[in-house]
């Protein structure tokens, strides 16, 4: 076997499979083998590690296996050495019956890279079969007045092996002077043995005869086969049987039923009586000794004993003999062909298979390998596969009935996890069976998905002179990813040196988003700060998000009163002159003191609190410093000693309305989601009164603005009693994403005070508008054809789709997916940008026209989407191309045309300077109110305005087209502006085009 398989190493090719992408050499030719039938377990068959131009380390690295389409395993490989040896006993006749070749195919497989190599080992026949007749013994009963010359047929002997090695002579033993043997073929499957008279018979000299017929094959050494043969003598009986036929052929169904009538065989007699009488018997042959068939004897029916299985056999050979009641036969054949039905179901069994897969799996990827078979023929044997879901996998035909599933798009473990597909096989049978198997695929994360924090920003509060390392609030982030992935942690992010905060006395909590301030605060020092915070994955590379958090330092009462006026410098106090003629309430002089603190902290009340004639001066009096007076009056003589006596005068102070309102927090932020349900509470303000009585009762209200000055929102309210903040109606984020109000606190006293606070309304944005297509036109109209040369190479820009969403934030970041296409593999679309290029080179098999259909969904919870059909034009000259423009415009179209240009021009320049007048009149007004507005609070403002503008669009840059326009264009590429007002005629939609495009145009001041 070694040397057999050395010798055919001048034939050999080597049958390889690309990984992944690349389709197999399907013409290549397998690597061959021969081996002797019979061969020792373990004997050589040959070096299958070096005729695959492979080594040994290479054959365990890549887990090589060895794979045949019937699952049992005569061969097996030695990974050591990466020799090919017998793996059991090889039985020629057994695996291939009488084929004239024997072989055995099978596939040598290996992984990282999928990589397979055919195989094709023939097994040579040896001389292990003698040939064997179907009967030990056969008499013949011959008439004396047989004819010199006459014929009488045998049983052929049966010898299992092919070639020389089967049967090549007769002869007979011992030899005979009154009979020879003839043998031969008619055709390649008809062979005949007959005996010879070669001289006249006389029974009275001779009544019977005996001797062997040998039958020897051409093996070395020779094996041979013996019936006996009894000759009995016979009186006239001088007419054998004679057959209608020498061979019937019988076509047969194989689910016919047990005891079917498949064919009748007739002979004739041309004797009388006994000897004309014929009966019918089946002569077994070699191999078939349970028989499917059985003759009637007397009427020559050939009935079924069990039914037929072409996948076992698909044709039977019978031999039936004719005797007459003389002892006279005759021999015909009988070709059963069975006719197949569709009776087995396709079968699948897999190769390879990988799962899980990570999410970043590129397109194209192989994750199964698999076979198909079907023991029918013909078209019950013609398999073809389906999947069920094409949007992300797809089976791609590998090598003859190999198929691979491969991913065909982007794969997202956030919107789906598994993905359960099924693989059908049917075949093409009336009616069709079909066996289906199901592929279950685990997607495995990657770090894809940042941190998002539950709020756009934080605003904190402390007290000044607070404790140490005291908690102020928290921050949360949550992450879409799974295990280290979506693990967050927290941290400051790092500012240059040169934008570093004030303060650097605010920490956080690393594990849960705690905040914390380090140290004590001094609001007359610093009232706000403001920090960066930034929330980090664990994966690699980690993805991070940055929130704003906003420290506001509330004033504490720890600054006393300061007397700038007089001096309190410990020098003698400087003495006010007072006219001795003043009248009462003359102004003697005023005491100026200030007070670091701030609010109500700040709020300086004087008092008279010694003097040497108290009732000559006075001062205010405060109820809410101090309610209630305990006055002790004494008189005393000037005796000596000096007696005294004391009276008591307690004084209660009644209040008046001198305090107004004070709300607990400088401005507010509140939050409401887009859609709300109406008259939702969305926050509350709170302002305490220092007064009492009807004094101190708050009620609240909407502050009056001029109507230049009125929010584009007037949909919020304030519950006068609590506090409480509506709004009104659901919201759009898309036409308002922020309002403020101004609410008003007042007392009840008479005049009532009042004071002011600002309310800053955030309007949350949700998923609620699915991307719009802009190009590719979808107005309902045929799809524009995008001209492709066919001698494009992979990688052209075929088009590219663009759309946009109304939304912002991760519910506009939009995503392209090819869903459906004449030829999916010709095309490819990129998912972050909408580029559609050629995936191939294109071939002459493929058509001229292709259509496709593109989804474009958003990053939503739900996600939303919308569908683009475009088509493509192979073109191999552009010369011979023929746009559907219309017909040529008349001169009269010509000149409407031109005023139509000229008007728009002048419409659009009274545009541009309107805009631009009100551009600066808005940004005076801006700067009179951020002078006016708290610092922080319009730094705020800004960064979040610049946010939204950036989250509106989905582009990740800037597009420039340049638009060449001619007259009659109602058909240019401009196709998407045409769902706006698709009713005008084509030189409004022309002006209309011009207008969009210079009303989008970046303006600079």
Request: hydrophobic content about 40%; some cysteine.
């Amino acid at each position: 076997p070694g040397a057999s398989g050395s010798a055919g190493c001048g034939r050999r090719q080597v049958l390889c499979l690309s990984a992944f992408l690349a389709l197999p050499l399907a013409r290549a030719e397998p690597i061959r083998y021969s081996v002797a039938e019979e061969a020792e377990s373990g004997s050589l068959v040959g070096k299958l590690a070096e005729d695959a131009g492979l080594t040994p380390p290479q054959l365990s690295a890549r887990r090589a296996r060895l794979l045949s389409e019937d699952g049992r395993q005569h061969l097996r490989l030695d990974r050591g050495s990466g020799r090919l040896l017998v793996a059991g006993r090889l039985d020629r006749e057994e695996l291939c019956a009488h084929s004239a070749t024997c072989m055995l195919p099978f596939e040598l497989l290996l992984s990282d890279p999928l990589q397979f190599f055919r195989v094709e080992v023939t097994l040579n026949d040896v001389n292990d079969h003698s040939p064997v007749f179907p009967e030990v013994r056969d008499t013949f009963k011959i008439p004396e007045t047989s004819e010199t010359g006459s014929r009488f047929p045998l049983q052929v002997a049966r010898d299992l092996d092919i070639g020389s090695n089967n049967i090549q002579a007769y002869r007979i033993s011992p030899q005979n002077a009154d009979f020879s043997v003839s043998y031969g073929s008619r055709s390649e499957d008809d062979k005949y043995l007959e005996l010879v008279l070669e001289k006249p018979l006389d029974r009275e000299e001779q009544a019977e005869m005996s001797f062997s017929v040998i039958a020897e094959d051409g093996g070395s050494p020779p094996r041979s086969g013996t019936t006996q043969v009894k000759i009995v003598i016979l009186d006239a009986n001088d007419n054998a049987p004679m057959f209608t036929k020498h061979v019937y052929i019988a076509k047969v169904l194989e689910n016919m039923p047990e005891g079917s009538v498949i064919l009748t065989v007739l002979a004739t007699d041309q004797d009388a009586g006994i000897n004309g009488d014929i009966s019918y018997e089946i002569t077994e042959l070699v191999g078939q000794s349970d028989s499917q068939f059985v003759i009637d004897h007397r009427t020559g029916e050939i009935k079924l004993t069990k039914p037929l299985d072409f996948e076992e056999a698909e044709t039977h050979l019978l031999s039936v003999r004719a005797r007459d009641g003389g002892g006279l036969s005759a021999i015909c054949k009988v070709l059963v062909e069975v006719v197949d039905v569709n009776d087995n179901a396709p079968e699948l069994a897999v190769s390879s298979f990988s799962s899980p897969l990570p999410e970043n799996t590129v397109p194209g990827t192989v994750v199964a390998l698999f076979t198909v078979r079907d023991r029918d023929s013909g078209a019950n044997g013609k398999i073809s596969c389906a999947l069920d879901d094409q949007l992300f996998f797809s089976l791609r035909p590998a090598y003859k009935n190999y198929y691979e599933l491969v991913t065909v798009s982007a794969l997202d473990r956030e919107r789906t996890a598994r993905y359960v597909l099924g693989v059908t096989a049917a075949d093409a049978g009336s009616p069709p069976l079909t066996s289906t198997h199901t592929f279950t695929v685990d997607i495995s994360d990657v770090n894809d998905n940042a941190p998002v924090f539950n709020q756009t920003s934080y605003t904190m509060y402390v007290r000044e002179n607070n404790a140490p390392t005291v908690f102020v609030g928290a921050v949360s982030a949550a992450d879409a990813d799974v295990g280290l992935n979506a693990k967050v942690t927290y941290s400051l992010a790092p500012v240059p040196a040169a934008e570093r905060p004030s303060c650097s006395c605010i920490s956080v909590n690393s594990e849960n988003g705690h905040v914390f301030v380090l140290r004590p605060l001094d609001y007359e020092r610093l009232r706000q700060s403001e920090v960066t915070v930034s929330a980090s994955d664990a994966g690699s590379p980690p993805l991070r998000a940055n929130v704003t958090v906003r420290l506001v330092v509330l004033d504490e009462n720890d600054n006393a009163p300061l007397v700038l006026y007089p001096a309190q410098d410990g020098s003698a106090a400087s003495s006010e002159l007072v006219p001795v003629s003043a009248e009462p309430g003359y102004l003697v002089t005023k005491v100026v003191a200030v007070d670091a603190d701030s609010g109500q902290n700040s709020w300086l009340s004087y008092h008279l609190l010694r003097a040497t004639e108290p009732g000559l001066f006075m001062s205010a009096l405060d109820r809410e410093r101090t309610a209630r007076y305990v006055l002790g009056v004494t008189a005393a003589d000037a005796g000596s000693p000096p007696l005294t006596s004391t009276h008591t005068f307690t004084v209660d102070i009644s209040d008046v309305n001198d305090n107004a309102p004070v709300f607990n927090q400088t401005s507010y932020t509140m939050y409401v989601r887009e859609n709300n349900a109406p008259t939702v509470f969305v926050g509350a303000v709170s302002a305490a009164d220092a007064d009492v009585g009807l004094n101190a009762k708050v009620t609240y209200s909407l502050a009056p603005v001029p109507a230049a000055e009125r929010p584009s929102c007037s949909c919020i309210s304030v519950n006068s009693e609590n506090g409480h903040v509506f709004v009104l109606r659901p919201l759009d984020y898309e036409r308002l994403r922020q309002s403020e109000v101004t609410v008003s606190a007042s007392d009840a006293g008479s005049p009532p005070l009042r004071a002011n606070v600002t309310v800053r309304l955030v309007v949350l944005d949700e998923n609620d508008n699915a991307p719009l297509v802009l190009y590719p036109a979808q107005d309902g109209s045929a799809a524009s054809s995008e001209l492709v040369p066919v001698s494009a190479e992979p990688g052209y820009l075929v088009t590219k789709v663009v759309a946009v969403d109304a939304d912002s934030g991760q519910n506009s970041w939009l995503s392209y997916h090819l869903l459906r296409a004449t030829e999916p593999g010709l095309f490819s679309v990129a998912v972050q940008s909408g580029e559609v290029r050629l995936k191939r080179p294109v071939t002459e098999r493929d058509s001229a026209k292709h259509k496709l259909l593109v989804l474009v969904r958003d990053n939503g919870k739900p996600p939303l989407s919308a569908t683009a059909a475009l088509s493509a034009l192979l073109l191999k000259d552009f010369s011979d191309v023929r746009l559907p423009h219309g017909s040529p415009p008349t001169d009269e179209q010509g000149d409407s045309l031109t005023t139509y240009l000229i008007i728009a021009l002048v419409f659009v320049s009274l545009l541009f300077l309107i805009s631009s007048a009100l551009f600066v009149a808005r940004k005076v007004c801006k700067s009179k109110e951020l002078k006016a507005a708290h610092v922080l609070s319009g730094a705020h403002n800004l960064h979040s305005g610049l946010a939204d503008a950036a989250a509106a669009g989905t582009l990740p840059r800037a597009y420039c087209y340049e638009i060449s326009l001619t007259t009659g264009s109602g058909n240019s590429e401009f196709q998407f502006l045409k769902p706006i007002l698709p009713s005008l005629p084509a030189q409004m939609g022309l002006i209309l085009q011009l207008f969009f495009c210079l009303s989008f145009c970046p303006i600079r001041l």
